[in-house]
């Protein structure tokens, strides 16, 4: 699952965090995804689910902890994998340099990414999550090629989440979906080019935009369901995003 949760500010009025964070964390329990990416979670945020979702745990032991962040975080299944390496650098010029910003980036943007093996299983495999930036286009494309030549060197399976900011089709998905590429977009895996869906809302579940929060998978992994979750209750969101999860096999 990838699920931008929308930060923690009284902007929001009525869907400020602490009056959904409740329905954020039902959400996750009701749906019990193994490997779940969240972004745009503050420390405040990241702390409740720690606390909230029992049976996971944050992939956050490599992280310069700064109060001050938006963090792309790594939830998972503790009884289900074991975690053989984990890191995260920032989408800049300098990625070692904490909240660089390059390309004209309205904020810092990082990846943060796992090296899981399944309990029982052999295979080792990438879990990765990510927040391109919203305003710079040219920021989206550097980060989505340091994304690109970063992994897929290693030349081991992955699955690739997050919110990039661009619907389908777009510079940054074509980095990652062509020809020479072994990624493969789980939505389009189970539906046509022309079947489409939005990832926003404006916390009232009235699609708006495109379907910019995407799962993208390489072999061994087969996409078996995937799902635009718009749990709710009774009109309540828990984010201004649609969770989207995919189901696979390997």
Known sequence: MTFNLRFAT?????????????????????????????????VPQLEYLEAHLPGYLPLTAHRQVDRSCQYPTIFYRGERFQVKASGEFWLSETPEVHRSISWDSAFPRMVTYGLF????????????????????????????????????????????????????DSPVYRQFINAESPLLDSWRALHPPGEEAATQHGFDGVE????????????????RQVAIVT???????PSDHFPYEAEVDY
């Not at 869907?15 to 954020?24: D, H, P, Q, S, Y």
């Open 231 to 237: 749990d709710n209750q009774d009109g309540c969101y």
């Open 10 to 42: 009284p902007l929001n009025g009525p869907n400020e965090w602490e009056f959904r964070k409740e329905l954020v964390a039902d959400v996750i329990k009701g749906r019990r995804p193994d490997l779940l990416g969240t972004q745009e979670g503050t």
């Open 117 to 168: 093996q399944e309990v029982g299983r052999d295979q080792d495999f990438y879990f990765i999550n990510t927040h391109l930036d919203h305003i710079s286009e040219k920021a989206r494309f550097q980060g989505a090629r340091m994304i690109r030549d970063y992994f897929l060197r290693f030349n081991l399976p992955l699955l690739l989440a997050g919110d990039f900011n661009e619907p389908p």
């Open 208 to 223: 708006r935009g495109a379907r910019i929060d995407w799962i993208l998978v390489t072999p061994p992994f087969q996409v």
